[in-house]
């Protein structure tokens, strides 16, 4: 039983060293500078997030594999990190803002972002992006398990640039 304690503590540790390096790493991919037209009607301009860490989650309401993942960025979000809603591919009657609400979330709301999911070659819900404090994408997913484990070191690696 110590063995296999042993082991996953160094596989995890393993996983969070290589996420660090990632974080660091200059080769990785910069987002383009961006401009988000949030549920409340302000801008969010991605050059403005430069020097802090954040996550971009491309969702929309109809979508069920989105909202399976969102308690996890739910909880990544209240760990320290900002995360932002980006809704996408939505019925003309959609209210994202609304959605992420009733269910519980505190997240922002960026909308009909369509436009923008198409310049980052995004294409399908979910797809979360984790972008570090010098702008780079450390890492880009597709997942809607909220027990991934990606989700978590990634988030830790980003939480690690707000408290260095």
């Known amino acids: 039983m110590r063995k296999l304690i042993t082991a996953i503590t160094l596989i995890l540790l393993s996983f969070i060293s290589s996420a660090q390096q990632l974080a660091d790493d200059d080769s990785l991919p910069l987002l383009p500078a961006i401009t988000l037209n949030m549920a409340d009607g302000s801008t969010v301009q991605t050059h403005d997030l430069l020097g802090q860490p954040y996550v971009l989650h491309f969702w929309a309401t109809w979508c069920p594999y989105c909202k399976k993942l969102q308690p996890a960025l739910e909880k990544i979000k209240h760990k320290g990190l900002k995360v ?36 980052l070659g995004i294409r399908g819900t979910p797809t979360t992006l984790f972008i570090n404090k010098a702008g780079r994408v450390i890492y880009l997913t597709n997942t809607s398990n909220p027990e991934d484990e990606n989700l978590h070191v990634y988030a830790r690696t980003l939480l690690h640039e707000v408290n260095n």
């Open 84 to 119: 932002i809603a980006v809704s996408f591919k939505e019925d003309d009657d959609a209210s994202p803002a609304i959605a992420i609400i009733d269910r519980g979330y505190t997240f922002k709301t960026a909308i009909k972002a369509d436009a923008i999911a198409k310049q």
